[in-house]
């Protein structure tokens, strides 16, 4: 029993040592992970500080950057309105010297009048005293002095009297036709207007000169790109700032200055770009020649028209006649034939559309063949456009009857519009008529692609289609319309015939 008992006891101590050393062995392992947990939060602070650390130091630094580039923009501000200060002091001293210089010149032009005022007044007094004196003397009147001469000089000079009154009266008669045809040449330039087409060249302003050496690109790509696509020539010289377009087609110069211009702002220039920015500006033109179709109908009042005509209306815009815009030709010309239907009772309507088309057919002579004159029947008869309208057109330059009397009213508006002073100059239409012949004679050779006359008519750059013709073949054409040349054009000097043969290699990987 009391063994039993003891033993008990031990179990029961034995038990209370195990559940303490338990306890005691969960407190060690809890405490353990409870530190390993701080270790981690205490790096992961440490880490996050430092990263805090890093991002102010490097806020500090943007925002010193941003500081000093607002300084410098400051520091240019300021030197800016500086110069345009200096630039208005300068300009406002100089009125002030030009305002005293008018005052001067305003006392002395005063002071000079009242002179002549003066000696006005006094050979006026000697004037009338020296008649006082003659009436003295001849006891006759000024006004019978005046009878009695006129009588001794009918009785002595009557033949010579007749003869002078015959003269004066052929010279009067000159002074009033002379100040009728002054009144008629007034009265025609009441419609004034801009004759003059543009010159052959056209410039674009540049941000800076390193946008040059862009625009030529690597050994020369990018500007040889662009006059294969333009068919123009560009050219790139000292002067600061401008790139010079040349070309004889005022279409093409502006569809290189417009694709210029894209690539510029856009900022890439490289030759993909450049044929898409080439088209996008041909699509811009396009736009603008349906406009300017547009306005010129509604400035002459004809509404009515087939959007076509105005299409065609509108490339007008871009063709010259021995100088003189086609689109303002035909412009004016339907005016003054409003004009003088209106005058003549005529149809007035008839007579402006016959004369706004007259030259409809120039919009489609260099790429059709035929005369304008034909080509515009054709074009007329196409959309509808009533038979009184063609007739009236069809007689300007006397190929067809005059059927109608508006037929004369357009051919006289037509012809008024030329030949007015300086609306034309002959060699600027030849000039161009040679540019456009020998475009013409490359064209006509099989496999030729685009043929550009640059340099004023002394190159014929030629691009081929390289699938129809070889190396071999470009040396032979280039001798073959070299030779055609020769035989069908006059020209001064030499013609350089540079014949282009390009391939270009695509493939897509997919």
């Not at 007094?125 to 009147?141: G, H, Y």
């Not at 004369?355 to 004159?373: N, R, S, W």
């Not at 129809?468 to 006059?490: N, P, Q, T, V, W």
Request: glycine share 6%.
């Amino acid at each position: 029993m009391f063994y039993s008992s003891s033993f008990f006891l031990i179990g029961g101590f034995l038990l209370l040592i195990g559940g303490l050393l338990g306890y005691f062995l969960r407190q060690v392992a809890a405490v353990r992970q409870v530190n390993s947990i701080e270790r981690k939060i205490k790096s992961r602070l440490e880490s996050a500080k430092t990263e805090v650390k890093e991002i102010v130091l490097n806020a500090k630094d943007r925002a010193t950057a941003i500081i000093d580039e607002a300084k410098n923009e400051e520091k240019q501000r300021k030197l800016q309105i500086a110069k345009l200060e200096e630039h208005l002091l300068k300009r406002e001293e100089s009125l002030d010297r030009r305002s005293e210089e008018a005052n001067s010149r305003e006392q002395f032009l005063k002071e000079e009048i009242n002179k002549l005022k003066e000696a006005k007044v006094q050979i006026d007094a000697f004037r009338q005293k020296i008649i006082s004196e003659l009436e003295r003397i001849t006891n006759l009147s000024q006004a019978e002095a005046k009878d009695e001469l006129f009588k001794n000089l009918e009785k002595t000079h009557q033949e010579e009297v007749f003869s002078a009154l015959q003269k004066l009266e052929k010279h009067r008669q000159q002074e009033i036709e002379q100040k009728a045809f002054n009144i008629m040449t007034t009265v025609l330039q009441r419609y004034a207007r801009s004759h003059i087409s543009e010159l052959t060249t056209s410039s674009v302003s540049l941000p800076s000169d390193e946008l040059k050496g862009k625009i030529i690109g690597r050994e020369g790509r990018n500007i040889r790109t662009l006059e294969r696509l333009t068919g123009v020539e560009i050219i790139i010289d000292e002067t600061p700032e401008t790139i010079t377009i040349s070309s004889f087609d005022p279409l093409r110069r502006e569809i290189a200055k417009i694709a210029i211009e894209k690539l510029i702002k856009d900022g890439r220039i490289q030759p993909a770009r450049i044929e898409e920015k080439v088209e996008e500006a041909s699509r811009e033109i396009n736009n603008r020649i349906i406009e300017a179709g547009e306005t010129a109908v509604y400035e002459v009042g004809i509404l009515d028209l087939p959007k076509e005509i105005i299409q065609l209306l509108g490339k007008l815009q871009f063709r010259t006649s021995y100088g003189q815009n086609v689109l303002l030709h035909s412009i004016e010309s339907a005016h003054l034939a409003g004009m003088l239907a209106a005058e003549l009772g005529a149809n007035v309507e008839v007579a402006k559309k016959g004369a706004l088309l007259h030259d409809i057919g120039k919009a489609v002579d260099h790429e059709v063949g035929g005369t304008h004159l034909e080509l515009g029947r054709k074009i007329l008869k196409k959309y509808g456009v009533e038979e009184a309208v063609i007739k009236a057109m069809e007689a300007h330059h006397e190929d067809y009857p005059f059927a109608t009397p508006e037929a004369f009213i357009v051919a006289a508006a037509e012809a008024i519009s030329a030949s007015r002073p300086g609306a034309r100059r002959d060699t600027f239409e030849n000039y161009l008529k040679r540019l456009e012949e020998l475009e013409r004679i490359a064209t006509s050779f099989e496999g030729v692609k685009n043929a550009y006359a640059v340099q004023a008519g002394r190159e014929l750059r030629i691009f081929v289609v390289p699938e129809k013709i070889d190396d071999f073949g470009a040396l032979k054409l280039a001798r073959d319309i070299a030779a055609k040349i020769e035989s069908e054009l006059k020209y001064p000097g030499e013609i350089k015939v540079n014949v282009i043969r390009e391939i270009r290699a695509v493939e897509y990987a997919r």
